[in-house]
């Protein structure tokens, strides 16, 4: 029983930065993987980050590597998705999802939020 709820999207230009945020509510989300995912016009749902249960690992995908940054706040009720140096591609709605259980490329992710959307100009 979790909600999960994004904030901090909008419109920017390429080269800015933006900060993500995931709230989530219910029950704890301490044990649970945390995951950002994003999806453009056209396009199937990418991953971009993860953090693993337990603290193991923070795992991004090549697209984003050395741009992307993702954390979870010490109440572990927030995580953030700091954006830099954004693109044009970067363009899409991004997602917070939650997996009980993680177990890499094949994780579930039992709880996904609304999405919030990301617009890079050129």
């Known amino acids: 029983q979790v909600q999960l709820v994004e904030s901090g999207g909008g419109l920017v230009q390429a080269g800015d930065s933006l900060r993500l945020s995931c709230a989530a509510s219910g029950r704890t989300v301490s044990s649970y993987a945390m995951g950002w995912f994003r999806q453009a016009p056209g396009k199937e749902r990418e991953f971009v980050a993860v953090?693993?249960?337990?603290?193991?690992?923070?795992y991004y995908a090549d697209s984003v590597k050395g741009r992307f940054t993702a954390s979870r706040d010490t109440t572990k009720s927030t995580v953030h998705l700091q954006m830099n140096s954004l693109k044009p591609e970067d363009t899409a709605v991004y997602y917070c999802?939650?997996?009980?259980?993680?177990?890499?490329?094949?994780?579930?992710?039992?709880?996904w939020g609304k999405g919030t959307q990301v617009t890079v100009s050129s």
């Open positions: 999802a939650a997996a009980l259980i993680y177990s890499g490329l094949t994780t579930h992710y039992d709880y």
């Open positions: 953090f693993s249960r337990g603290g193991g690992g923070t």
